[in-house]
């Protein structure tokens, strides 16, 4: 667990075994890869911001608990999907559920844990908004995916086109988990909506560092080989940069576009995308958002959680996992 | 259009146009892609089913088309979410998404079209049953495809496996449509009980012909190739009582566990199952269940749309396509 949710310790192990419920099933190959999933962790972020955000209104566990879990089973089951399309066969140091049983029961399962958050989520049938930000999220959560597919090896994309994906892959789940926390337990719009611009802001400069460490990170703490958008053709935000400004850029672009690249041009493409400050540029557009997110802070009621918040917008910018 | 569904024909227009603009898009290959499903075309029995059911009520238009396109939705996304684990590469006559797009795009498309049911369902905030129900169905419907495949290749599965299986995989939303149309229009239980039980008891009848279907059609009219089911490992009915009545019945457990069958494997093991009235004995458990449907109809009242349900559960059971 991150030192930053040690306040949040006791509903976090109550949202880890609401996870473990969940997927107990008759079925032999059902839990065995749900426990698979959730044996190999994650940061937990999503439902740790339902928490924090619940905080702002009256808190009570028992409203916030199946949202908190259903937002983890919607990320999880985004995770297995974007596995099938992925041809990294680790994540999070373990191998994907794709890499141990196909893509078959990796799209099933997926759905399966999605479908289940959908159970969970109509709980909370006196609050539509939930159910219709949720539902929001899912359908923009798939464009996103489906935009990266079809810009894969695309080096003409805009940054316009980065940041319409990456709202959508990530921000808006996070901004969803940041909002509706404090929806549950029935705060008003001057408190849910900065929570929610405050989760978007992070989700932005969240899903930019990924991609950021996804070109410089050391691999035994990143989980997975770096270097993995680059061999799938996702052209991220320092590729961009590095395509405007290399010196090399024919070079890059060459690198780039080939569908099969080698070890050694996959490290060349990486060697010139951290050479031309292109990874110094990306920090900086993940900064602004993070100064966004803090900004966003300051309208809402000035709780001890508030500060634990603003130390998470910082932690976002300077992870290294 | 089936003959059946001339009654409610511009009703089932009007749905035609709802799932054509639910799928309209500024991403051309989300546009694309989902465009080939919708022409693929489908008996469109779902939405069929909801808007009969609806008949039973006081019948407003408005009050089901966002459930019966949702319904629809939810059918097409699980056909795209089995072509991930087909290896059948048309559907319908036609090539599958998977077979052009391949299983990344699949994965996704399912998903977003699953996705945009949960947006119209979210319109039926004030119904709480409806969106119980479909989150229920949904989780099952992953249960019975994981069972599938868990289950692929064991000759040692039982009859109670496959019920088991079929319910899932196609009967409960089968059933959820023949409900759900009268309780968006505000039945009471008397009248969206038997519809549902109308609709469970169709659904299982529905898919056993599928898997008859699946031995002994003409592929012209099938739209596919036929014996798909035993080439992927699927133990469906005829081929369990086969393997309980065949005099050659090691030649055939040989055959059925064999992972890469050649054509003429294939069809020696079609002969056999043909060759020894399981086929038959698999017509009679069908028959039953359409027994079953129709006498639930007598629950209730006696409108004109009571016999054309009767009727839909007689085609059911001597379809050929």
Request: aromatic share 6%; net charge positive.
């Amino acid at each position: 667990m991150l030192e930053l949710f040690h306040d949040i310790r006791d509903e976090l192990k109550a949202v880890e075994n609401g996870l473990r419920e969940v997927v107990q099933t008759n079925s032999q190959l059902l839990t065995e890869t749900s426990t698979h999933l959730l044996n190999a962790g994650g940061k937990r972020l999503r439902p740790a911001l339902v928490l924090f955000s619940a905080k702002f209104q009256k808190f009570e566990l028992a409203k916030v608990l199946p949202l908190a879990v259903a937002l983890e089973l919607i990320h999880m089951a985004s995770l297995v999907h974007d596995d099938v399309v992925d041809a990294s066969l680790t994540r999070r140091g373990k191998p994907t559920v794709k890499a141990i049983w196909g893509n078959g029961i990796s799209t099933h399962i997926g759905s399966y844990l999605f479908a289940k958050s959908l159970m969970l989520i109509a709980e909370y049938k006196d609050i539509p908004l939930i159910s219709e930000v949720l539902s929001d999220t899912s359908v923009k959560m798939c464009e996103g995916e489906i935009q990266q597919i079809s810009f894969s090896f695309d080096i003409h994309q805009s940054l316009k086109n980065y940041f319409y994906r990456i709202k959508r892959k990530t921000a808006l789940l996070i901004a969803a988990s940041a909002q509706l926390g404090a929806v549950a337990c029935g705060a008003p719009r001057q408190i849910h909506l900065p929570l929610r611009r405050y989760g978007y802001n992070i989700g932005m400069a969240f899903q930019i560092t990924d991609d950021i460490l996804d070109m410089v990170a050391e691999q035994s703490k990143l989980g997975k080989p770096i270097g993995g958008d680059l061999r799938q053709g996702i052209i991220t935000l320092p590729l961009i940069y590095a395509l405007a400004c290399c010196e090399k850029r024919d070079r890059l672009v060459e690198l780039v576009c080939k569908v099969d690249k080698s070890e050694d041009e996959v490290k060349e493409a990486l060697d010139l995308v951290r050479n031309c400050g292109a990874i110094d540029r990306s920090f900086e557009i993940a900064r602004k958002f993070i100064l966004k997110a803090k900004a966003e802070l300051k309208a809402l009621p000035d709780i001890p959680t508030r500060v634990t918040l603003s130390m998470a917008a910082d932690f976002v910018g300077i992870r290294k996992f």
